[in-house]
């Protein structure tokens, strides 16, 4: 009966954690969900996904009362790793759209973690120590959290901080310590809970150690409130309109010219309307500003305009085009394209596609811009491939998958890049780049003012993990203080405010359009100059602590 009653508090933790994130529900639950009219907040029960992000601080409470009555630590680390693993196999199964085996292989690795935060915290409630489970436990799921950002196997993805995208008060936390910090806090708050339900090392400590918990927690709800006052009170200079063009169109299918066809047929028209309606706005304001210019005959002496006009950023997303675009033959990129960025004004594109920049026989995931100077510039390619997505693992060894552009693995790229317009300067990322925070932060150090993120959603089947990626933008937007423009082939795209705050906002799987105003940012963020110190003091923390464990215990033979 113990072992059943312990098992079903795993199961339960699991729920509760996978249910703080966007989760696909079967759609008998997700119709009584939807019609239910349930307001909490955080709540959505729509776009076929369900998300309670409070309960965040609270899904960690039965999986620390089973850890607390494990009898031993490799008990609680296979209760850890139960839990792990059933939390992972909701989070994850969006990729179940490439098979089964992704996402058990995945679950089976990246459980590992919190098998290990279960190992050591059931050595830190062995002490009795009120003060060790408040701070230790928060410090050690921290610090594993930082460390399984590094590696080719680093998937930095259900970090507990990236639940929080509703909450803007916590988020702010960001621009100190990253998404570390948030997470740091909502472990601390099911911490305190656990202390204040248990007792655990004495009622007296355990209070007092809560409420310094929860005095910690309130002073960084105050900070986030001020941050939110002051960040988003600061006007907006004009200097760039930034336009996203999302098709609404999937790109599973293997190349072809048809295929080329029926992407061109939905990007060009919006794409032309757009620069046409940028191009009637410049007249007009050309026109006014001649008007005003003349005197009361209605002569204009030497008029020439303002010296430095506005620029439209037309944005598509990666894999927006079944072709290759090669920049040294700019005569091949298809000719519609050229016509509407050369025949408007200060009209420039910037799309995802396969490019050789650096080698003819080295095909890497980019950015380029399609300038009206007939110059195809290449200014980014990915950094970080996906493992079977966009490379293969040991090619040599395995050898069973096709792309829809062919069999050749793409090369990853060097650096990341930027490109400036009107003073404005931008940096752009594909994809899976949003998960690695030191991308943009050394884009942010170099003179960022904005980042703008191109992805293909269209692979995934269930919108949750659509949902997930989408979210971690948020963060990136907090953390360095700068604005975000998310692009995607199916949707979501959005427009993210250095606050959070999601200011504008596309549905999925339709043809849309957003559109606005950036101008240059000013500071960096101590997140920003600082890294992740925070989350590297947790990591030697928790090495400190776990050192004293392993020499206080090392006659009970539990090594």
Request: charged share 15%.
């Amino acid at each position: 009966m113990p072992l059943l009653i312990s098992i079903t508090a795993c199961i339960l933790s699991a729920l509760l954690l996978a249910l703080a994130f966007p989760l696909s529900l079967p759609p008998e639950l997700m119709q009584p969900l939807t019609a239910s009219g349930l307001s909490l907040p955080g709540w959505q029960a729509a776009n076929g996904f369900a998300q309670l992000p409070g309960l965040a601080f609270l899904a960690l409470l039965p999986l620390l009362w089973v850890i607390r009555r494990s009898p031993s630590p490799a008990a609680a680390a296979g209760y850890g790793y139960l839990t792990g693993a059933l939390w992972l196999v909701l989070h994850l199964d969006w990729i179940g759209s490439f098979g089964v085996a992704p996402v058990i292989m995945l679950t089976l690795f990246f459980s590992l973690p919190t098998a290990l935060f279960a190992w050591l915290g059931q050595r830190i409630f062995h002490e009795q120590s009120a003060g060790l489970v408040c701070w230790g436990l928060p410090l050690a799921w921290t610090a594993l959290e930082y460390l399984r950002s590094f590696g080719f196997w680093a998937l930095p993805w259900n970090l507990l901080g990236y639940s929080q995208t509703h909450n803007l008060p916590l988020l702010q936390v960001a621009d100190l310590g990253g998404v570390y910090a948030v997470s740091f806090l909502i472990v601390l708050a099911n911490c305190l809970l656990f202390l204040l339900i248990s007792g655990h090392g004495g009622r007296q400590r355990s209070w007092a150690h809560s409420l310094i918990g929860l005095g910690l927690i309130c002073l960084a709800l105050g900070y986030g409130e001020r941050r939110l006052d002051s960040i988003d009170g600061k006007p907006r200079e004009e200097r760039v309109r930034v336009a996203l063009v999302q098709g609404g169109v999937d790109t599973k299918e293997r190349w072809s010219g048809s295929e080329l066809q029926r992407m061109l047929a939905v990007y060009e028209p919006a794409s032309e309307e757009l620069a046409q309606q940028w191009s009637g706005e410049r007249i007009e304001e050309r026109r006014q500003l001649f008007e005003d210019s003349a005197d009361e005959s209605g002569f204009v002496a030497d008029f020439q305009g303002p010296l430095d006009e506005p620029q439209l950023l037309l944005v598509w997303p990666e894999s927006c085009i079944p072709k290759r675009v090669e920049p040294h033959n700019p005569e091949d990129l298809p000719l519609g394209i050229w016509n509407f960025v050369e025949t408007n004004q200060n009209t420039t594109l910037l799309m995802g596609a396969l490019s050789n920049p650096h080698d003819p026989d080295d095909w890497e995931n980019t950015a380029v811009l399609i300038r009206p100077d007939h110059v195809i510039q290449w200014v980014y390619s990915k950094v970080r491939l996906v493992a079977y997505g966009e490379v293969v693992p040991f090619r040599g060894l395995v050898r069973f998958l096709d792309y829809p552009w062919g069999s050749r693995d793409l090369t990853g790229g060097r650096d990341t890049g930027s490109f400036e317009l009107r003073g404005l300067r931008i940096s752009p990322m594909v994809c899976f780049d949003n998960i690695f925070s030191f991308l943009f932060m050394r884009e942010a150090r170099r003179g960022s003012d904005m980042f703008l993120l191109i992805t293909n959603n269209s692979w995934y089947d269930l919108k949750n993990g659509i949902r997930q990626h989408a979210d971690i933008d948020v963060l990136r937007a907090v953390e360095h203080r700068r604005p975000l423009a998310r692009v995607s082939t199916t949707g979501w795209s959005h427009f993210i405010e250095p606050s959070g705050r999601i200011s504008q906002q596309s549905s999925t799987d339709e043809l849309a359009t957003l559109s606005q105003w950036e101008g240059p940012s000013s500071g960096l963020s101590y997140y920003t100059r600082l890294g992740d110190l925070f989350a590297q003091l947790c990591v030697l923390a928790t090495l400190v602590i776990g050192i004293r464990l392993v020499i206080a215990h090392r006659s009970e033979g539990w090594l």
